[in-house]
Nanobody
Framework: QVQLVESGGGLVQAGGSLRLSCTAS????????MGWYRQAPGKQRELVAS???????SLADSVKGRFTISRDNVKRTVYLQMNSLKPEDTAVYYC?????????????WGQGTQVTVSS
């Protein structure tokens, strides 16, 4: 009913930048909060950044000053601009969205995109 498709991951050297995108499609009535999580090998999935439908944002302490989250409600897309990347940012990044569909509301996940930062 709802699909989230991520793009923009890849391999980058430390200090470099990447921009992730995640577009939602399907029987969507309202896109509520959207966010990005990441999971490194052997570690738990952690919240990186979130953005409410009105635009207010929240960032994990580890990425403040380096990452920016934004969204385009017309395109149903959320972005994660990642600057000054560090090797410890290496992980699979997952898009997440709180979505209202016709008769219910739920949380959906993308398939994940790999980000690898080399030292």
């Amino acid at each position: 009913q709802v699909q989230l498709v991520e793009s923009g991951g890849g391999l980058v050297q430390a200090g470099g930048s990447l921009r992730l995108s995640c577009t939602a499609s399907g029987s969507i009535v309202t896109l509520n909060a959207m966010g990005w999580y990441r999971q490194a090998p052997g570690k738990q999935r952690e919240l990186v950044a979130s953005i409410m439908s009105g635009g207010s944002t929240s960032l994990a302490d580890s990425v403040k000053g380096r990452f920016t989250i934004s969204r385009d409600n017309v395109k149903r897309t959320v972005y994660l601009q990642m600057n000054s990347l560090k090797p410890e940012d290496t992980a699979v990044y997952y898009c997440n969205a709180d979505v209202t569909i016709l008769l219910s509301r739920g949380v959906y996940w993308g398939q994940g995109t790999q980000v690898t930062v080399s030292s």
